[in-house]
Nanobody, 119 residues
């Protein structure tokens, strides 16, 4: 079993920065892809950014140039550095992992962390 736990959310003014972290815990797993999603009130959950094995990153157009996804493989930790935050970035941010246990890959989700950007 794998657990993903996010941290780092909070309230920030527009133009400010936050860094989210997501720690994957468990045993006997390997990570294929990890990413950050977000869901604003009344909207569907959307991909913010993800990173694949080999370090290939992908960003939604709305955050390109402002957000940076990174990972520390030794610590099984995923980060999202968010700069120049806008009110429209307000959402619950979720960590998601496509994680293999043995030969089977599973999708895991964290419980989310709230990010609120005030204007």
């Amino acid at each position: 079993q794998v657990q993903l736990v996010e941290s780092g959310g909070g309230l920030v003014q527009a133009g400010g920065s936050l860094r989210l972290s997501c720690v994957a815990s468990g045993s006997g797993f390997s990570i294929n892809v990890m990413g950050w999603y977000r869901q604003a009130p009344g909207k569907q959950r959307e991909l913010v950014a993800d990173v694949r094995s080999g370090g290939i990153t992908n960003y939604s157009d709305s955050v390109k140039g402002r957000f940076t996804i990174s990972q520390d493989n030794a610590k099984n930790t995923l980060y999202l550095q968010m700069n120049t935050l806008k009110p429209e970035d307000t959402a619950v941010y979720y960590c998601q992992g496509n994680i293999a246990i043995g030969r089977v890959a599973y999708s895991y989700w964290g419980r989310g962390t709230q990010v609120t950007v005030s204007s």
